[in-house]
């Protein structure tokens, strides 16, 4: 345990188990810890686990912090949770390529299930969602947008009890800026228009669920998190409901909040 990486608070909002951390640095490394002795837990008592990542610069620092672990990956299977409709997996600013050079060719999963955004959008959702349903997913590692989207789950199309397993989303303004604001498109006019995304039941079907939201830009979309009511109005709002899920925030995201 890396003890320079305690919260400086943690305190929960409902279920959900917040924990603030003084910077950026720190709280990737503490959510990365926990991921990673989470992994080592199931492992023990598991074949394999099943694991779903987030594509965002605000993973960042937690993805660094796993990818030095000594985990056996190749018990791993890895997802994704969402993708822009119309890019190549080896276009470098498809999620399912951020994850391929940020994590995936270093540790080598045993098996990667990458969403294809070329693919007819129908046929695609029929084939994740079919190896989505093969078995539980184990652990879910996810961010939350300025707009409060848990991934492409948009205050327009979030569905707290959507019957799909992922579905293709029109994406909001805020989403497509957001994509600028990181530094993933140049402006705009680039950041596609479309996505498929896992849908906010698949996302709270998993078993344990792991939040990394740092920066000043989401200091908004946290404040509504914790103290809003729970509403598609801000999705991420219903990880106050999930058993198991920790929401790691560094002192500029969460701001004054109370």
């Known amino acids: 345990m890396n003890t320079k990486n305690q ?7 409902d279920k959900l188990n917040v924990k603030v951390y003084q910077n950026r640095l720190s709280m990737g490394q503490a959510a990365g810890e926990e991921v990673v002795r989470k992994l080592k837990e199931l492992l ?16 960042n620092e937690f993805l660094e912090t796993i990818k030095s672990a000594d985990i056996d990956w190749a018990r791993v299977t890895a997802f994704h949770m969402d993708e822009y409709i119309g890019l190549a997996l080896n276009h470098p600013q498809s999620f399912g390529y951020f994850l ?6 270093v540790v080598q999963p045993g098996v990667i299930h990458y969403i294809n955004g070329m693919n007819d959008s129908d046929k695609e959702m029929e084939r994740y969602s079919k190896l989505l349903q093969d078995a539980p997913i184990d652990i879910i590692c996810l961010g939350i947008g300025e707009n409060g989207h848990i991934a492409f789950n948009d205050p327009p199309v979030a569905d707290f009890h959507d019957p799909y397993i992922i579905k293709m989303v029109e994406l909001d303004a805020i989403s497509r800026n957001q994509q600028v604001n990181d530094g993933c498109f140049a402006e705009l006019s680039e950041v596609p228009t479309h996505a498929l995304t896992l849908t906010i039941p698949t996302l709270m079907a998993g078993k344990h669920l792991y939040c990394m939201v740092p920066g000043p830009t989401k200091t908004n979309a946290v404040k509504k998190v914790l103290n809003d009511g729970i509403s598609t109005d801000v999705p991420a709002s219903i990880l106050r409901q999930h058993s198991d899920c920790t929401l790691y925030l560094d002192n500029e995201s969460y701001g004054e909040v109370d």
């Open 7 to 13: 919260p400086v608070k943690n305190f929960r909002a």
């Open 44 to 59: 023990k008592n598991q074949d394999s686990v099943r694991m779903v990542f987030a594509s965002a610069p605000s993973q």
């Open 100 to 105: 391929k050079i940020q994590l995936f060719d």
